[in-house]
């Protein structure tokens, strides 16, 4: 074969493996992207997920408090004995819950200052 010959033949090889790798480049490049995309996925039910239970969690501790607290307000409507402990633990847990209106007031009269 002659030099020319030889030289078109590597040229060409040159230029089929150079189609290949850019080929595979490519194709390495897209499917990263599609992982990262699945990762950042799951990253993100992960999180939704830790913030349902969670909120699920505070749910049913507010549910419960309410619950004593109806406990409460029976037990003080159905005995006048010991009304008075009865009532400070009443208002105390109304100011817990933020249904108290002079809780409120004291509120903010405190932070009013610290502005």
């Keep these: 074969m002659s030099k020319a010959k030889i030289s078109i033949l590597l040229g060409f090889m040159c ?14 490049s897209d499917s990263s992207t599609g992982v990262g995309k699945t990762q950042a996925e799951n990253d993100l039910r992960d999180s939704v997920l830790k913030t349902k239970e969670k909120y699920e969690r505070l749910y049913n501790q507010e549910l419960a408090k ?8 029976q037990t003080v409507s159905n005995k006048d004995t010991d009304s008075a402990d009865l009532s400070k633990q009443l208002e105390k847990y109304n100011t817990l819950l933020g249904l108290n209106e002079v809780s409120r007031t004291r509120f903010n009269h405190h932070f009013e200052g610290c502005g």
């Design 15 to 28: 230029m089929v493996l150079t189609i290949g790798i850019c080929i595979q480049i490519k194709t390495v």
């Design 66 to 73: 309410e619950k004593e607290l109806e406990n409460l307000r």
